[in-house]
C-alpha cells in the first residue's frame, strides 16, 4: 500500500483560523475517536493550545472496547488531563460533558466571579476530520445548529452555539497535520474515515483492514464471514470475505470491490466487533 498523506489546502487555512480563534476562547475541547485515541489526535495540538485548559472526549465509545476506553481515560487523567467517554448521537454525555468544562474553565469562572461578574465560558471544538465534532455540538445544544456531513471536511467557517446562558461552543473543521509520518496510525485514520476514500485505494484498504481485525478479534471476525478461517491465506482475506457473502462475479471471479465497501461500511459502524486498535501504553512510549 501507497503511503499515505492527505492535507487539502483548505486545512492550512483552518490552521490559520484555529489561531486567531485562540484569544476568543476559554477551553478547548478536543474529540477524538475512542477506537484509536492515539492515530485520531492531532499532534499539533499540543503546541497550538498549550496555554489553553483543555478536555479530551473520546467520542464512539459505543464502538470501542469498554475496558480499553477505560485504561484511556484512566491515561489521560493522569496526565492531569480532564477526559470522558460520549457518544455525540445519544444524549447521556451531555451533563458529563459541561460538567467537564466547567471543571476546565472554573479558575477563570472563580476570578470573575470574585469582580462581581458572571462569566460566560467559551469553548473551542476541535479535532480530526470525522470525529464527531458537529454532531456533538448539534447533541449538547439541544438542536441542529452546526453543519454535519459524513465526510471528513465538512463543517466550514466559525460557528458559535449558545449551549446555556453562561456556555458557548465554537465549531471548528477537521484539521489534520501536514506529513502522516506515522503510517500504521495513517492507515488506522483511513479505516475509521477520517481520510477521504476517494484518495485511496479501496481493495487494498480493506485487505490491510482485514490484517488487523484478524490479529485483534480472530473469532469475531471469522463469525461474521464464514468463509474466513483461521487457516485461509493473508492473500486472500478478501476474496474470502466476498465469499462468504455471495459476492461472485460471472466466471467465479470474487467481487472484491463491493467486498471491500460492504466491509469498511459494516466495521465503520461497529457490526464486526467493538475494538480498539491501540492502548496507552503505545502512547506513554511515544512519549519516552
Not at 503546541?47 to 472496547?65: C, E, P, W
Not at 485487505?207 to 486472500?236: F, G, V
Request: glycine residues 6%; hydrophobic residues 40%.
Amino acid at each position: 500500500m501507497n503511503a499515505i498523506n492527505w492535507y487539502p489546502g483548505h486545512m492550512a487555512k483552518a490552521r490559520r483560523e484555529l489561531v486567531e480563534s485562540l484569544k476568543l476562547i476559554d477551553v478547548v475541547v478536543e474529540i477524538v475517536d475512542a477506537r484509536a485515541p492515539r492515530a485520531t489526535r492531532n499532534p499539533d495540538f499540543d503546541d497550538l493550545f498549550a496555554q489553553k485548559m483543555r478536555v479530551i472526549l473520546l467520542n464512539k465509545s459505543d464502538l470501542a472496547d469498554d475496558a480499553a476506553t477505560d485504561a484511556w481515560l484512566r491515561y489521560y487523567r493522569s496526565q492531569g488531563i480532564l477526559a470522558g467517554k460520549i457518544v455525540s448521537t445519544a444524549s447521556n454525555g451531555k451533563a458529563q460533558a459541561v460538567r467537564l468544562i466547567g471543571e476546565a474553565a472554573s479558575e477563570q469562572v472563580a476570578r470573575m466571579k470574585e469582580k462581581g461578574v458572571q462569566k460566560t465560558v467559551r469553548a473551542l471544538v476541535v479535532g480530526i476530520p470525522n470525529v464527531g465534532k458537529s454532531t456533538f455540538i448539534n447533541r449538547i445544544a439541544g438542536e441542529t445548529r452546526a453543519k454535519v456531513g459524513d465526510k471528513p471536511g465538512v463543517t466550514k467557517g466559525k460557528q458559535w452555539v449558545k449551549v446555556s446562558p453562561y456556555l458557548e461552543l465554537l465549531d471548528s473543521p477537521g484539521l489534520l497535520w501536514p506529513k502522516l509520518e506515522d503510517q500504521q496510525a495513517a492507515r488506522r485514520l483511513a479505516f475509521l474515515g477520517s481520510i477521504k476514500d476517494d484518495i485511496l485505494e479501496q481493495e487494498t484498504l480493506a485487505w490491510e483492514l482485514l490484517k488487523e481485525l484478524r490479529e485483534i478479534c480472530p473469532d469475531a471476525l471469522t463469525e461474521r464471514y464464514r468463509k474466513l478461517t483461521p487457516e485461509t491465506p493473508e492473500a486472500d482475506l478478501l476474496d474470502a470475505v466476498c465469499e462468504s457473502r455471495g459476492f461472485v462475479r460471472k466466471g467465479g471471479i470474487p467481487d472484491t470491490e463491493r467486498g471491500a465497501r460492504v466491509l469498511m461500511d459494516e466495521f465503520r459502524a461497529g457490526r464486526i466487533a467493538h475494538i480498539t486498535f491501540e492502548t496507552p501504553e503505545q502512547a506513554e512510549e511515544e512519549r519516552e
